[in-house]
């Protein structure tokens, strides 16, 4: 399967500040990422999908001018949190389209103080 | 809207036991079910199905998908406290873009 890393595994940011958050796929090219984010005990909803070269789609209530998400190339997708706030920290993963399933990064942390 | 359904929310068991985790779901173009589990960072594949009836197997754990019922199980036998985790299920409901609808997983707990 496809080798995906995310960085940062982890940040702290203040409350109002922008943060960004990579993902890349190592040995694979990506036309498509998606954006997921996790809260403690909660399973992973879906935040966008990401298709290499166009705008993201995001889904139903999630914010697209506060969740910028850019897929440039074929092995990196970059999700922007700006004018981040307390409500906003939870772990965020990235997962990589395969053939019939996806592979997952690590995820990053991210904590709004 | 889509839904995946898993029960229970969280097991205890002792190393040695035998254990069922259940999804179900609602779908309105279901192509695929898997199975992924998750530690403590992202979800490593373990099982796609997408034909009722057929079990998959990879050591002790299998699973096996009932499309006419809209449910699957995923059974760990001889469990280790190695198969610690968060078992989550994700059905792939078509489109283009091959999007995963997670339910919200099943927390395992083996103790010694």
């Known amino acids: 399967g496809a080798v995906v890393s995310q960085h940062p595994s982890r940040v702290i940011c203040k409350s109002g500040t922008s943060v960004k958050i990579e993902c890349r796929s190592l040995?694979?090219?990506?036309?498509?990422m998606f954006w997921y984010r996790q809260f403690p005990k909660q399973s992973l909803m879906l935040m966008a999908t990401?298709?290499?070269?166009?705008?993201?789609?995001?889904e139903q209530g999630v914010e697209k001018d506060k969740f910028l998400i850019n897929h440039a190339s074929l092995t990196l997708s970059t999700l922007t949190v700006t004018s981040a706030h307390p409500e906003d920290s939870s772990f965020y993963i990235c997962?990589?389209?395969?053939?019939?399933?996806?592979?997952f990064g690590p995820g990053t942390r991210l904590t709004v103080t | 809207e889509d839904k995946v359904v898993q029960s229970p929310l969280s097991l205890v068991v002792h190393e040695g036991d035998t254990v069922t985790l259940n999804c179900s779901y609602e779908v309105t173009n279901f192509r695929s079910l898997l199975w992924y589990k998750q530690e403590k960072k992202a979800p490593t594949f373990l099982f796609m199905l997408?034909?009722?009836?057929i079990e998959k197997k990879s050591g002790r754990l299998s699973s096996i998908l009932d499309k006419k019922e809209l449910f699957s199980i995923l059974n760990i036998t001889a469990t280790q406290t190695g198969d610690s985790a968060i078992y989550l299920c994700?059905?792939?409901?078509?489109?283009?873009?091959?999007?995963?609808?997670f339910g919200k997983g099943t927390l395992l707990t083996v103790n010694p």
């Open positions: 994700a059905v792939n409901s078509g489109g283009s873009n091959y999007k995963l609808t």
């Open positions: 997408t034909s009722s009836g």
């Open positions: 990401s298709n290499e070269g166009s705008k993201a789609t995001y």
């Open positions: 040995d694979f090219q990506a036309t498509t």
């Open positions: 997962s990589v389209r395969g053939a019939y399933e996806q592979y």
